[in-house]
């Protein structure tokens, strides 16, 4: 982000750069009496001096047990000081006593506790513990006598019996039960939380969600910390957080988020986040300048809280733009819905603000106070990142959001009447650096180059290949933050773990047709790949412009297609009546486990496009498949014994030539041709030197519509029935079926293949061929629920090959049609 404005400036506020919050003001000038300190402690010591070892007044040890009538004399004199400086004094059941100095904020957050006891051994010197009382009397005497005034309580504790030398047990009212911090986190709060439990030699439990990247898993647990990863979200770690700290004994929530029954931390915390907004106002100040705008982190919204009310609260009430992920945009839907909302969200760079809710204690003052509300994608927040770097600021994503929401804010409405040539913007930074995962771009608009990203993505399918299937994780995360992006409905879809599918929907008014297209995004191996499979490189093949790459032909590019006419159609404003989905689905290569995950979770449309590289024909039928498995069954015997052994594999071949001949009988479609059948395996035998017990023949039907399954294995059973007419000694297993695909077929004159074609030839200039196709594909299982379906999408080359590329024009020109159907069709 360039401020090439002169007039106006940018403030960046961190914990180590040009503005920093931990800085304070002057207090170097508070300096205390070390005489008077000296003097009091020793005059002090005359109640309870013994074991004299010395000629001077002060060469004594002390012998001031607890509750005896030394210490009794030094508590009366300790009290009589604090309430002179203006305390309150508070002695609680155990004798403890604690001196209170009221801060500005009149917070009711716990004070800032100075001290130590007053009691000693019996044998005990002059400095054990007395000398923490005396130096923490003598803060609250400097302070009295310069007129500071902190913005917290702060005061004075003396324990009881600390020593445990008459009563024991030693430290009885000083003392706790061990405690544990417990804490849910999407990075710096509970690294936070973990590092004040280290100083008080304290347990810290911190829960994460399983989001986390391992990077910050380990800066927490570098604190001393035992991270908890939760298999949900950050709204699960909370509730599980919250959880544990009620079963542990000595369990203590320590989290920034309110909800119903736990409101008092979080309040103290926002509290806690004001005193940085006192030091950036007065280091603005040093500066000669004033604060018109704020950009800060919201999270679960603990600081915007914070920030919001202090910016508010001046005569000259500061604007305030709270910043979120895309991916986790809790205060942006709340402030659209009017009332909070719950969000799911998804992978980021900026995991400490990948919340899902917004605190309870501060939606009422976000919702009245926050000017705007902007979300950024991770891309941009990277960006500003390495912008800073350029500008010896080392800060996190997080640190860098409110950068890159400044620059996203400069292109909206908004920014006319919150920002000027003058403006001092002063941008929050919460986070130092630390490693993460270089996003790629979402902000990518057209076909050609968001097929050229989707393929630089490996999805490779981990069914088909265990060696090197990376499954659809990756992609499935691109493409949520690429419709979050956008503000376009998405939903996550994974019954199987790591198969995940991502479903789009820009919503229509109502009323109107809704339309989906369906595109796989998982790709075959590639092992099987010459060159650089993920390259996603422009190329020119045959003259022609291409994009290279495993799975842009088959089908990110399709896909693409889809995905850049929904954002346009989205872009246009035009006012759809029905809904546009886009399911990007897991699986098809091999099973298909997506598009029937998505079936399964009831979506439905009028009507669907599938993407597949058709090169450009509308395709409306296919054949379908069905695989069998057949045993046929022998006797096992050594090969030396033919008496006893009975050959399996050679009694396959009476099946396999009755195979051959019920293959001339096969059906014939008008438009998909013959069914046809193929052993695609044989398996039997153990060793050369044994009759084969069983030989096993997988058989592969590629089917048209008059066959179905249970036709088919009734086909079989006769067949293998008339072999043991003609042989008694054949014995076989029942035919079993492992794998079921239906047929597509959709008649050429249905309204929606004519209402397609019409749109094609619109954009084209000529009509598309309408044939069918000899692959199967997951129009069939749309078609099987009722979804009249088509198959149509780019032209290119290489399917599953040792080279891929799909055209860049076709892309277009898809595109584009594709853009003029959901107009058409949703209108």
Known sequence: MQFTKRTGCALFANSAKQFSTTSRRHLSGLKINHNRLWETLHETCEWGAAHRYGKDSTDTGM????????????????????????CTLHVDQMGNMFA???????????????????????????????????????????????????????????????EGARFPKSMCSSGEAPITLVAATEGNHGRAVAFIARLLDSKADIFVPRSMDDSTQQLIGSEGARVIVVQGDYDQAVREAADAAQALDGGILVQDTAFDGYEDIPSWIVEGYSTMMME????IAKEGLQCNLVVTPVGVGSLAHAVARHCKSRDAPISVVAAEPDSAPCLHSSLGSGKPVAVQTSSTIMDGMNCGTVSTTAWSDLQKLVDACVTISSHECHAAVEYLATKSIRAGPCGAASLATLKRLSATNEAQTLLNKDSVVVL???????PYSIPKKVSVEDSVGLTQVLTTINSSNPSL?????????????????????????????????????????????????????????DTVSLSSYEKDP???????????????????????????????????????????????????????EDASQGTRDLLAA????????????????????????????????????????????????????????????????LPVDDVLGPASLHCGLIQGGEEPSSYPAKCTITVEFRTIPCQTQESILGDLNNLLEGIVRENPKFQYSEPRATMFRPTQKLATDHPFVERALACATSVLGNTPQVSSAPFWCDAALLSEVGIPSIVYGPSGEGLHSKEEWVEVESLQQHENVFRRLIEDFCQ
């Open 63 to 86: 012998a001031r047990l607890t509750l005896t009538d030394a210490d009794a004399s030094v508590r009366r004199w300790l009290d009589d000081e604090v309430r002179n400086l203006g």
């Open 100 to 162: 209170r100095q009221k801060g500005r904020l009149n917070s009711s957050a716990p004070m800032i506790a100075m001290g130590s006891h007053l009691d000693t051994q019996p044998r005990g010197g002059r400095y054990d513990g007395i000398l923490g009382v005396m130096a923490a009397l003598e803060v609250l005497r400097t302070m009295k006598e310069n007129g500071y005034q902190t913005n917290y309580d702060v005061g004075l504790v003396n324990w009881t019996n600390e």
């Open 280 to 283: 950036v106002d007065e280091q």
């Open 428 to 434: 929050l930074s919460t986070e130092g650096p630390r």
């Open 465 to 521: 290949s265990l060696a090197d299937g990376a499954g659809e994780n990756q992609i499935a995360n691109y493409l949520t933050a690429w419709f979050a992006h956008r503000g376009i409905e998405h939903h996550w879809i994974e019954t199987v773990p790591g198969r995940p599918s991502i479903v789009g929907v820009l919503r229509g008014s109502g009323g109107g047709k809704s339309l989906m297209f369906n595109g796989h995004i």
């Open 534 to 588: 993920l390259s996603g490189t422009l190329g020119e093949k045959d003259g022609r412009q291409v994009v290279l790459g495993r799975g842009c032909l088959d089908m990110k590019g399709g896909l693409a297609a889809a995905l850049a006419a929904v954002s346009a159609a989205k872009a246009s404003g035009n006012n759809l009546r029905g809904d546009v989905i886009v399911a990007a689905v897991s699986d098809e």
């Open 602 to 665: 009831g979506w439905r449309a009028d009507a669907a496009v599938i993407p597949e590289p058709t090169m450009g024909q509308v395709v409306t039928a296919h054949k379908g498949f069905l695989w069998v498995e057949v045993d046929i069954l022998g006797v096992a015997a050594h090969g030396s014994n033919p008496a006893a052994g009975q050959d399996a594999i050679l009694y396959a071949g009476w099946f396999l030539r009755a195979l051959e001949q019920y293959q001339q009988q």
